[in-house]
């Protein structure tokens, strides 16, 4: 079973940078090889919206529009981390932001906008832009 828990939260100002962090455990090294990685965000009373994926084996990465050139997917295998670097912070970027895990085997990257394609969710991490 994964397991997946973010930090890097926060408030800040409008125009601001903050980076997630999330840690997987409970998963072989193969099993993180193929994996991917994402993030995404829910706000009070919307729908959870993708935000970044990215395939840990060969570390291509897919963007949602709305954060595109903001910001940055990374992750670190040896530590099993996935990041979410973002700059030029908005308030409508204010959510609580997921970390979810799921298998390149099964689908493209681009399939994995689909929230119902990620077998695992960590617990969340809240994200306050003030204007």
């Known amino acids: 079973q994964v397991q997946l828990v973010e930090s890097g939260g926060g408030s800040v100002q409008a125009g601001g940078s903050l980076r997630l962090s999330c840690t997987a455990s409970?998963?072989?090294?193969?099993?993180?090889?193929?994996?991917?990685l994402g993030w995404f965000r829910q706000a009070p009373g919307k729908e959870r919206d993708w935000v970044a994926t990215i395939n840990t084996r060969i570390s291509i990465t897919d963007y949602a529009d709305s954060v595109k050139g903001r910001f940055t997917i990374s992750h670190d295998s040896a530590k099993s981390t996935v990041y979410l670097q973002m700059n030029s912070l908005k308030p409508e970027d204010t959510a609580m932001y997921y970390c979810?895990?799921?298998?390149?085997?099964?689908?493209?990257?681009?399939?994995?906008?689909?929230?119902?394609?990620?077998?695992?969710w960590g617990q969340g991490t809240q994200v306050n832009v003030s204007s």
């Open positions: 409970g998963a072989s090294g193969d099993t993180y090889s193929r994996s991917y």
């Open positions: 979810a895990a799921g298998d390149v085997r099964m689908y493209f990257i681009m399939t994995m906008r689909d929230v119902s394609k990620w077998n695992y």
